[in-house]
C-alpha cells in the first residue's frame, strides 16, 4: 500500500526493497511477475537496478549491467549483495548476486558513473513504424502473468499463435510501455529490455522451453532523456544471428518515441528444440 | 620458450598462468600486448578464458564471457580468481576478479556449458566480401603493439589516417587472423572478438582518447567449428548504434570464412571528444 492507501504500481511492488546492510537488501517475489520457471528475467534485472540507485554509495547513474540467470528464483524473499568493487573518478564498478535459501541464483555485474558533455551521434535510426495509437494492444494466452504487465503492440514478429506456423525472420519489433502506464526510469527500462518473448518461438511459430542465460543492458541515454519519456511508448526492436546446439544469442534495441535510442541490450538463451 | 626451444606464440606466451589455487591463477602482461594505457583488452578477455578451460572443476565449454575494465593493468603480474559460484546439470557459472597489488583491476562473469543437438538456423548471413588474399594487410602507425599480433584486411572502415575525415558510418568490417596464424581456439576468439579499434576513430576520422568499460562475448559456434577454421581469417564486423555524452555502444559478429557463426559481442566504450 502507498501512503494515501491505493496500492502501488506492479513494478513498483516488485522492486520493493528492505535494506540489510549497505551493501545488503532483501526483495520477495510477486505473483504478477511469474513466467513459465521463477519470475520474468526483466523484473530480476530491474530489482537489480532498484538496489543500486538506493546503494548509499552509489557513483552516477547506470551505466550497464549483466545479470546471469543461475537458477531459478523461488517464490519468496530473496537477497541481493551488491558490492562496490572499485570506484574511481567518474565510473565505480560493482559485483551482484543473488541468493535465496544460501543458494546462488543470480550473479552479475554492473558500472554505474557520471556523464559528461561530448560530441554525439544518433547513428542508427529508429525503424519506421505506425505509430502506436494505430495499433492493437497484443493479447497473450493464459498462464504466464508478466506480460500482463506491459502494453505491447506488434509492428514485426507477434508472438505465434496456433496457426502462425514457422518464420525465417527472428525480429520483433513492437512498442511497448508499463501497464498500467508508469514513468519511466532505469528501473522499467532494465526490465523493458528484457520483454521480448523468446526468438526461438518467432522461428519456430510455437512455444518452447526457452530461458535467458545472461543479459546485459547498456543504458545509452542519461537520465533526464529517461525521464522525458514518461508514459510513453518506447520502440523496441530484438533480432538473433543464429541458433545452434540449444543456445541463440539476442540483441535489442530501445528508443524513446522521440528518436532517442535509450538502451541496448544482448543475452544467450537456451532452448530446447 | 617452448620445449624444443623455439618461442610461444605471442597470444600463447601472453596467457601462460601460473597455478596458485584451484581458483586462483597468476598471470603477467607482456609488451607484445599493449595498448595505449595498459594491456589491450581482449588479451585481458583471452587470459580469463584460458584460465577458464584450465579450471579443475570446469562443466563444458565457453558459452558467455562478461569482462568489466575496472582500471588499467600495470606491466607485470596479476591474478586471476575464478569462483564456480554455481553448477547445474549443463551450465555453470563464474565469478572472475582480476587484481594487481591488491586492487581490483577486471571483474566479470562467466557462463560454461554442455551443448546438445538442437533445431538450428544460421540466420544472419556473413556478409559480403572480396576474398582476404585479395586484399592487402593493413598498416598501423607505431606506439600500439598488439595491433602487431593480428593480420586485420579492411573490407569498410579502415583505420582512419591522417587525410582520412569524418565518416558517418560506425560500420568496419575485416578479415582478421592470429600473426603470426595460430589455430583458432577460444581462446584466441576471446581476444579477436575485441579487435576492433574504437567506433568512434572512425567517426570522427582520428585517434580519440577511448577505452572499454564492459565487454560481453558470446560462444555461438561448438568447440569443434572454431577449431575447424585452422588458422584461417575470420570475417569480423562491428557497429555502433549511438554516442552520447562520453559513451558509446559497439556490437560485433565474427564469423568463420566457412560462413559459421561463431561469436557475437558487445561493449560499452567511453570516449573524450
Chains 1, 2 share one sequence.
Do not use: C
Not at 10 to 38: E, F, H, I, K, Y
Amino acid at each position: 500500500m502507498t501512503t494515501d492507501g491505493s496500492s502501488p504500481h506492479p513494478l513498483d511492488d516488485a522492486v520493493a526493497l528492505q535494506r540489510l546492510t549497505d551493501d545488503d537488501v532483501r526483495a520477495r517475489t510477486t505473483t504478477a511477475w511469474s513466467n513459465m520457471v521463477g519470475p520474468f528475467g526483466g523484473i530480476t534485472s530491474a530489482v537489480v537496478v532498484k538496489a543500486l540507485t538506493e546503494h548509499p554509495a552509489l557513483l552516477g547513474d547506470p551505466l550497464a549491467l549483466t545479470v546471469n540467470f543461475a537458477g531459478p528464483i523461488a517464490d519468496g524473499e530473496f537477497d541481493i549483495a551488491l558490492r562496490p568493487t572499485r570506484t574511481n573518478r567518474s565510473t565505480q564498478h560493482w559485483s551482484v548476486q543473488i541468493t535465496q535459501n544460501d543458494a546462488v541464483v543470480t550473479t552479475g555485474s554492473a558500472v554505474t558513473g557520471l556523464r559528461r558533455d561530448s560530441w554525439g551521434s544518433d547513428e542508427a535510426p529508429m525503424p519506421t513504424a505506425p505509430t502506436a495509437e494505430d495499433l492493437p494492444q497484443a493479447a497473450f494466452p493464459a498462464g504466464v502473468n508478466w506480460v500482463n504487465n506491459y502494453d505491447m503492440r506488434w509492428i514485426q514478429g507477434a508472438v505465434p499463435e496456433p496457426t502462425t506456423g514457422e518464420s525465417d525472420d527472428s525480429t520483433t519489433t513492437m512498442w511497448v510501455r508499463d501497464h498500467p502506464p508508469r514513468p519511466l526510469d532505469h528501473v522499467s527500462l532494465a526490465s523493458m529490455a528484457d520483454t521480448f518473448f523468446p526468438r526461438i518461438f518467432l522461428r519456430q511459430g510455437d512455444w518452447v522451453i526457452a530461458g535467458t542465460v545472461t543479459l546485459s543492458t547498456y543504458f545509452i541515454a542519461t537520465t533526464e532523456q529517461i525521464a522525458a519519456q514518461a508514459t510513453d511508448h518506447v520502440l523496441a526492436t530484438a533480432r538473433t544471428h543464429r541458433f545452434h546446439q540449444g543456445y541463440h544469442d539476442q540483441t535489442a534495441q530501445l528508443w524513446g518515441r522521440d528518436g532517442t535510442l535509450l538502451a541496448t541490450s544482448s543475452q544467450l538463451v537456451y532452448f530446447k528444440r
